[in-house]
């Protein structure tokens, strides 16, 4: 007659047994989970080109060619390197700044290219690849602006509303975020950033937030021409640059990692920028 504790005994090795098996089935290593679908990569692949959506007011990352009309610069050059080293094409579309992150998230294009800062609030909404450069966030002025109201060099962001000084910035941008917080009252925002220069030197506002390698062309370009000089009133580190991508694009951005990679350590990227100065 088998007793109760045989019997008790054997149930728990059944119990035991069929836990092990169904932790088995559950296990990723035994069997890895299905990886998601990323249907950018998909159309990407199919089409062979990648849609980037980029803003051409940003000199020298991508700005249009007064002769050709065409929208050329550093981060253009990059994203058809890119692209090319992928077996791919890049279509550019140009767009407002401000709509190129909504249409990143509603699958519209594939990659926004148009110096996108890399923040930890935007992270939360889109995708980023690996950074290709690392900026500074400077205020620019007039050199005789500048001169006429003994400024040398602001400690603050705050110091243009101590100044009682109007600085524009483009709309959608990390430094529009920065004036609402430290200096509303200084905030004069624009559709897009030459838009805000030209106003800066026709003195309807006193100066312009932005970044490099941005404000180090303007800087340049203003001596080149014999116009008035522009000076920086105020200079700190910046975020890294890269493209934006969609939350899902996870192998496309990937891919695209691989490439750049690949471009870093063949010096490419090095020739990129002294090509465009950045």
């Known amino acids: 007659m ?62 249009r060619n007064v002769t050709t009309n065409e929208i050329v610069g550093f981060e253009i050059d990059l994203i058809k390197m890119i692209a090319s080293d992928l077996g791919l094409t890049a279509e550019l579309r140009d767009m407002a700044f401000d709509t190129i992150i909504p249409s990143v998230q509603a699958k519209d294009i594939d990659l926004g290219v148009s110096g996108f800062s890399v923040t930890s609030g935007r992270l939360e909404t889109i995708d980023f690849t690996m950074p290709h450069s690392i900026t500074e966030g400077q205020v620019v002025m007039l050199q005789t602006r500048a001169n006429a109201l003994g400024i040398t060099q602001l400690q603050s962001l705050k110091n243009l509303t101590d100044y009682g000084l109007k600085c524009g910035t483009q709309v959608g941008t990390t430094q529009q975020d920065e004036l609402t917080e430290a200096a509303p009252g200084a905030l004069q925002t624009y559709e897009d950033f030459p838009l805000a220069l030209t106003d800066m030197k026709l003195g309807r506002i006193d100066a312009v937030y932005a970044e490099t390698p941005i404000t180090s062309n303007w800087i340049l370009e203003a001596e080149q021409k014999g ?35 690949e471009i870093i350590a063949s010096g490419r990227l090095d020739e990129l920028r002294q090509k465009w100065k950045t």
């Open 2 to 63: 088998v007793s109760f504790k045989t019997v008790a005994a054997a149930g728990m090795v059944v119990i035991a047994v069929v836990a092990f098996v169904a932790g088995l089935y559950a296990s990723p290593l035994v069997f890895p989970p299905k990886a998601p679908e990323d249907s950018i990569w998909t159309r990407v692949d199919e089409t062979k080109k990648i849609v980037v959506g980029t803003e051409p007011g940003w000199p020298p990352y991508e700005f």
């Open 227 to 261: 116009e008035t000089p522009i000076v920086v009133v105020f200079s700190r580190p910046y975020f890294p640059v890269a493209f934006v991508a969609n939350k899902d694009a996870d192998i496309f951005v990937a891919k695209i990692n691989g490439a750049l990679a």
